[in-house]
């Protein structure tokens, strides 16, 4: 099977479709089989969600139940996921992948990955040692983000390179170079922001990030059977969406409501910087900008709940800030609240897959310059030349 250059048949499409969802189903095994085994020690270290720490009376109360819940469920979720995605990555390489391509991407991923849930276990852990104390601060935390960030999108531009490091628009591209670098920055920092601040109720980040891994998943996938990118980036891109999609599904089997056990920064913060490697590498920011739209609310809602405060000296545009909470306080149950976050997500992943016809670009065939013809040389001509 040729990936840079796939015959378009039946054939090709059962493959591609029947690979998908043996990798999305090995990673969903993966990550619940991990589950059955860490959530058991989880409980007896006592690593649970401890004392209260909302800053809102009401909403503690809401979520008294949970205090004894363990946490930290991103150590065996982001294991299970690269297991999956390293298959994927091998899978793609015997299909004839470029393995110089493919094994360099998986790497800056897996770094971006281990990386940040480093950083959310030590924030995890801090909050577990330390009562009532919030981890590590806001300062520290974001200037380790922008590190990794700024040395994982460095990676993304060497392997893109500068000429198809452009931003794909729907009916237009434009040309960014090495601005490829600081824009890939702000999106992976802004989007493992926002999937921390999406991490609020049982099944809600889980749910949401499957269904927008799977979409950028999706949209790699036709990007290289279609469009002019580079196809074995697109189909490593489309390894990650895919394995990181089905270890969320795995993970709700375990943060379901009501959860036996909880993301933690350790899963957050890693799987959102993921989703914004995912976008940098293949070229998917929009995508991203309108599969994420959850989380895209959740973010925004925040900074306008504070920007707001701030400006009006105590008044407020939502009952409580992320915006699920808004729902809660308004007395829907988390789990309705997390249902209807859920068809938000499927229905902002099939307005971004919908945009795809109009953004994806054909690969330019070279012009073929005319050959000049040869005036016909009279018969005389050709007798002297004899």
């Not at 790497?107 to 330390?130: E, P, S």
């Not at 009532?132 to 993304?156: H, N």
Request: charged share 15%; net charge positive.
């Amino acid at each position: 099977m040729n990936l840079a250059h796939p015959e378009l048949s039946w054939t090709f499409a059962a493959v591609v479709i029947a690979g998908a969802a043996s990798l999305f189903v090995a990673a969903a095994l993966l990550s619940a089989g991990a589950g059955r085994l860490l959530i058991p020690w989880l409980v007896r270290r006592k690593l649970n969600d401890g004392e209260q720490r909302k800053a809102s009376d009401y909403l503690n109360m809401l979520h008294a139940d949970k205090k004894n819940t363990p946490t930290m469920g991103g150590a065996f979720l982001v294991p299970a996921m690269l297991v999956s995605a390293v298959l994927g990555g091998a899978a793609l390489t015997l299909a004839g992948a470029d393995p110089l391509r493919v094994w360099p991407a998986l790497g800056a991923a897996a770094f971006a990955v281990l990386t940040h849930a480093g950083l959310g276990l030590w924030d995890d852990y801090c909050k577990l040692t330390k009562r009532g104390k919030d981890g590590i601060s806001g300062k520290k935390k974001l200037a380790a983000q922008t590190t990794i960030a700024a040395l994982t999108c460095t990676a993304a531009y060497l392997l893109v390179g500068d000429a198809n490091a452009k931003l794909l628009l729907p009916f237009a591209e434009l040309p960014l170079g090495v601005l490829l670098v600081p824009l890939g920055v702000f999106v992976m920092v802004g989007a493992s922001n926002a999937y921390n601040l999406t991490d609020g109720l049982d099944g809600l980040a889980g749910g949401t990030g499957a269904i927008a891994f799977y979409a950028l998943g999706g949209a790699a996938a036709l990007l290289a059977i279609f469009g002019g990118t580079d196809p074995s980036l697109a189909w490593t891109c489309a390894v990650l969406g895919v394995s990181a999609s089905g270890a969320l599904l795995g993970f709700l089997f375990w943060n379901r409501h009501p959860a036996k056990v909880f993301m933690g920064d350790t899963g957050s913060l890693s799987l959102g910087a993921l989703l914004g490697f995912i976008a940098v590498l293949g070229r998917l920011e929009l995508v991203l900008a309108v599969a994420g739209g959850v989380f895209v609310a959740e973010a925004g809602s925040v900074m306008l709940q504070v920007g707001y405060f701030k400006a009006t000296r105590g008044k407020r545009i939502f009952r409580c800030a992320p915006l699920h909470h808004h729902f809660q306080f308004g007395g829907r149950h988390e789990s309705h609240v997390t249902r209807n976050f859920w068809k938000a997500g499927m229905a902002c992943a099939a307005i971004a897959l919908a945009l795809l016809p109009v953004t994806i670009r054909q690969p330019q065939p070279p012009i073929e310059q005319p050959v000049a013809e040869q005036p016909a040389r009279a018969p005389a001509e050709a007798l002297v030349e004899r």
